[in-house]
């Protein structure tokens, strides 16, 4: 865990904290598509791990982990509140959550990136390996990875 005096990332606690974490990720990853509330959400959130960065107590980002095998974790869900973007919140819960994997026993992490944040992955040590999907018929993603020591 990560913590100073304004820039924590941890796990929501309270119901509030999760009901604005789920808010957050409906708000920057489904809204922009008309995707209703609700859509955010799939079948392995009570298997997964969560992390949220909150700023001076206001929640910035997060994101989300899974285990798809002993060896192979995967990040899903990453999103960081506009307002905060470029400070280093998505860095934070990316080291976070391979800190997590790493726990777990993984030899790597694997996401599907936008277009428009594989930069931020390959800064942070991923390669893009293949085309993914397309989501809602228009975003392009990137099958990522990185190996972890
Ligand atoms: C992509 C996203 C998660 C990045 O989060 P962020 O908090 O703005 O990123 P950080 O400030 O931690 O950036 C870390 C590094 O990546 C770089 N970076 C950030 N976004 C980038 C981008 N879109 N393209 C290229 N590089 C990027 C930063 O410059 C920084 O590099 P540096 O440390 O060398 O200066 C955030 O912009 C976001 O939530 N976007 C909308 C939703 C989304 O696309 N989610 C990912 C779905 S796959």
Redesign the pocket.
């Known amino acids: 865990m990560i913590a100073d005096d304004d820039f924590v990332v941890r796990a929501p606690e309270t119901p509030e904290e999760w009901n604005e974490y789920f808010a957050l990720r409906w708000q920057?990853?489904r809204r922009p598509w008309k995707e209703p509330q609700g859509s955010e959400r799939d079948e392995r959130e009570d298997e997964s791990w969560h992390r949220a960065v909150y700023i001076d107590r206001q929640l910035a980002?997060i994101a989300r982990i899974q285990m798809n095998s002993l060896e192979e974790a995967q990040i899903r869900y990453?999103?960081?509140n506009p307002d905060?973007?470029?400070?280093?919140?998505?860095?934070?819960?990316v080291v976070s959550l391979e800190t997590i994997a790493r726990e777990q026993g993984a030899e790597k992490v694997i996401?599907?990136?936008?277009s428009?944040?594989?930069?931020?992955y390959?800064?942070?040590g991923y390669t893009v390996i293949a085309d993914s999907y397309l989501l809602f018929g228009e975003i392009q993603?990137y099958r990522m990875e990185k190996a972890l020591y």
Do not use: E, N, T
């Not at 996401?111 to 936008?114: E, I, N, S, T």
């Open positions: 920057v990853l980002g990453m999103a960081v905060f973007q470029k400070r280093g919140v998505g860095r934070a819960l996401l599907d990136a936008r428009s944040a594989v930069g931020f390959l800064v942070l993603h």
